[in-house]
């Protein structure tokens, strides 16, 4: 059983349509990283949230974290080709100290 | 960029023969990590490392081990390969520890016929 269900599974969208990736969870977590990865390559970190409710944006990219804070979304506005790739999201729960991963959402841009 | 290096990138081996996977940092980080992606898990951790000597075992460990002599080092060794051990394999570092940016590497694509 997967601690970080993350949903959809793939999401081929055309260039322009906006999306939302979500990572949810019956645990809670000190705090949630979102990733993105190439073929070929590793993760690499987008955002940490750690406060219940927060939201960070990265240009077009917009995290929240849950108030309860179980539970986590990615939007992106206006996806671009650019934004193709694998997204995951990592946590800890608050009374561990192994970092577990989602099992990603695959993202197509068309142009 | 973090300077970190896997090699090797690619491997193929038999079934029943013993691997060794190496993960260098140039980071000095005290913290590293092996984990393996397959299609539909993610990332899952195999084990890591808090310092020199210092290792413990993650969710996936069993059929793997690890060593770690040098701060820079992180070697991970499958004593005698199976099949089910087909994966990409992926070394992270980071300074302290859970909660904290992970640094990956490029990755080994590792095929076990």
């Known amino acids: 059983t997967q601690l970080l269900e993350q949903s959809p599974q793939f999401l081929s969208i055309q260039e322009g349509e906006n999306l939302t990736v979500y990572c949810n969870s019956s645990s809670v977590f000190s705090s949630l990283q979102w990733y993105r990865q190439e073929p070929g390559e590793g993760p690499v970190l987008l955002v940490t949230?750690?406060?219940?409710?927060e939201v960070k944006k990265l240009k077009r990219l917009t995290f929240q974290f849950g108030d309860a804070r179980k539970d986590s979304s990615l939007h992106i506005t206006a996806a671009q080709p650019g934004d193709t790739g694998l997204y995951l999201c990592?946590?800890?729960?608050?009374?561990?100290?192994?970092?577990?991963f989602g099992a990603g959402t695959t993202v197509t841009v068309r142009a | 960029d973090a300077g970190i290096t896997q090699s090797p990138r690619h491997k193929v081996t038999e079934t029943g023969t013993p691997v060794t996977l190496r993960c260098h940092q140039t980071?000095?980080?005290?913290?590293m990590y092996w984990y393996r992606q397959d299609p539909g898990h993610g990332l899952r951790l195999i084990h890591y490392s808090y310092g020199v000597k210092d290792t413990d075992k993650g969710e996936v460990s069993d059929g793997y081990s690890v060593s770690r002599s040098k701060t820079e080092d992180f070697l991970l060794t499958l004593e005698s390969a199976t099949s089910s051990q087909t994966s990409v394999y992926f070394c992270?570092?980071?300074?302290?520890?859970?909660?904290?940016?992970?640094?990956f590497g490029s990755g080994t694509q590792l095929s076990v016929l």
């Open positions: 949230v750690v406060t219940g409710g």
């Open positions: 992270a570092i980071n300074q302290q520890g859970v909660g904290e940016k992970l640094f």
């Open positions: 980071e000095n980080h005290r913290y």
């Open positions: 990592a946590a800890a729960v608050t009374n561990d100290y192994k970092l577990s």
